[in-house]
Nanobody
Framework: HVQLVESGGGSVQIGGSLRLSCSMS????????MGWFRQVPGKEREGVVGFYTTGGATYYSDSVKGRFTISKDSAKKTVYLHMNDLKPEDTAMYYCASSLPPCSKLVASGYKYWGQGTQVTVSS
């Protein structure tokens, strides 16, 4: 079993930046699929980025490509979502998710473990 805890959300102005963190604990040995998702009330959960914990391809949604990046600190078992040039449409609850391979990239139903979410609000 894997536990995920997100942090780093908050309020930011248009064009600003935030860094979200996702700390993993529990049975984390081996290669995992990781993803960041976001959701606004009344809409489906949207995949933002999907990647492997041990490296390889990273998949970004078109809506964030060129603005969001991920990084990892294996020693801390933490992954980060670096969000730049934030827009009002980035406002959402952001979730970290993980699962064992095969990876579903940006498809939420393919992830087994989820964090509780952290709110990001972008405004003028």
């Amino acid at each position: 079993h894997v536990q995920l805890v997100e942090s780093g959300g908050g309020s930011v102005q248009i064009g600003g930046s935030l860094r979200l963190s996702c700390s993993m604990s529990g049975s984390t040995a081996g290669r995992f699929c990781m993803g960041w998702f976001r959701q606004v009330p009344g809409k489906e959960r949207e995949g933002v980025v999907g990647f492997y914990t041990t490296g390889g391809a990273t998949y970004y949604s078109d809506s964030v490509k060129g603005r969001f990046t991920i990084s990892k600190d294996s020693a801390k078992k933490t992954v980060y979502l670096h969000m730049n040039d934030l827009k009002p449409e980035d406002t959402a609850m952001y979730y970290c998710a993980s699962s064992l391979p095969p990876c579903s990239k940006l498809v939420a139903s393919g992830y087994k473990y989820w964090g509780q979410g952290t709110q990001v609000t972008v405004s003028s």
